[in-house]
């Protein structure tokens, strides 16, 4: 049993509006595939097909406001709710309050804890290692907790030798970065590579931050190609999913991508798609952001 966990950045539940909404006038193939021909919006928030389930998601987590990436991906990644711990929405990075919370529940070291294995599949470049080895400290939710539970964070060696994956897929702007004999890959094969990783790991995570930037640059065409990366990319990874040893688990932090008629987050629900073994088991302890971690702790601490 292992757990694959996709991490969409601003990815809320809208209306199905083409003009607004790029899910609706993206080409999603792969996950309308695997949820039936369908995609959420606000009035089909609930979706089943033969092989994953989608559910709406609170993400304001009882504040008041507009969800922020700090405190939501502490919610997603601790079990947490640091928004009211904190009194406040806050991002994009956590507030140095809250980072004992994440030090010491991240689900990297509680599942380390428990003898499982880990991996953090993005990629970083060197100039990355460099700022942090600077000293600063405005680091995600996600990098924090690797670098604070002693998870390897994969540099461009390691993409090189097809062990990590690129924020974009592509690997396109590798070159830009320093790294121009990182050879450009199809998103496609990014899904693949990223499954690869997965097998050898019983968890693993891949955080798409680019939904987001798109989401807040309001610009439709740039939405429409984030979306059809990553729908390729998945459409990779599902090539070789094996759903009867494997959960794969789609989660954002809060609503932005899904309503271009505003530069800011949203207060949507955020869909959470789960495909593979014990789906119904991973969902019915589902309510908000603070079950998800838990939730696969629980899930792979069984392990049956």
Not at 39 to 60: F, R, Y
Not at 66 to 80: E, N
């Amino acid at each position: 049993m292992r757990v694959l966990l996709l991490f969409l950045d601003g990815v809320g539940i809208g209306k199905k509006d083409r003009k607004f909404n790029p899910f609706f006038e993206a080409r999603l193939p792969n996950l309308q595939k695997l949820l039936g021909g369908s995609i959420p919006h606000a009035l089909q928030k609930h979706i089943s097909s033969k092989s994953a389930e989608c559910i709406p998601v609170n993400a304001t987590l009882g504040v008041a406001g507009l969800p922020q990436s700090g405190t939501g991906q502490t919610a997603i990644f601790t079990g947490v709710n640091g928004s009211k711990i904190f009194g406040r929405h806050f991002g994009p990075y956590p507030p140095s309050a809250l980072r004992p919370i994440i030090e010491e529940k991240n689900i990297f070291r509680r599942l380390k804890d428990r003898g499982l294995s880990v991996a953090f599949a993005n990629a970083f470049p060197q100039r990355f290692f460099d700022y942090t080895n600077s000293g600063t400290r405005r680091l995600t939710v996600t990098t924090l907790s690797c670098m604070m539970s002693g998870v390897p964070l994969r540099a461009a060696d390691s993409l090189r030798k097809n062990e990590a994956v690129s924020a974009e897929f592509t690997r396109e702007k590798w070159k830009e970065l320093g790294h121009g004999d990182v050879p450009p890959i199809s998103a496609e094969t990014a899904g693949r590579h990223f499954w690869e990783i997965a097998v050898q790991h019983d968890f693993t995570l891949f955080e798409y931050w680019l939904t987001d930037h798109a989401g807040h640059s309001q610009k439709m065409n740039f939405a429409v190609e984030t979306l059809e990366k990553f729908d390729d990319f998945l459409g990779g990874l599902l090539s070789l999913f094996d759903d009867k040893r494997s959960l794969l688990v789609m989660i954002s932090d809060h609503g932005n991508l899904e309503d271009l008629s505003t530069k800011s987050h949203t207060r949507n629900q955020v869909p959470c798609i789960v495909a593979g073994r014990r789906r119904q088991t991973f969902l019915s302890g589902i309510k908000n952001l603070t079950h998800i971690s838990a939730s696969i702790v629980s899930i792979l601490a069984g392990n049956d």
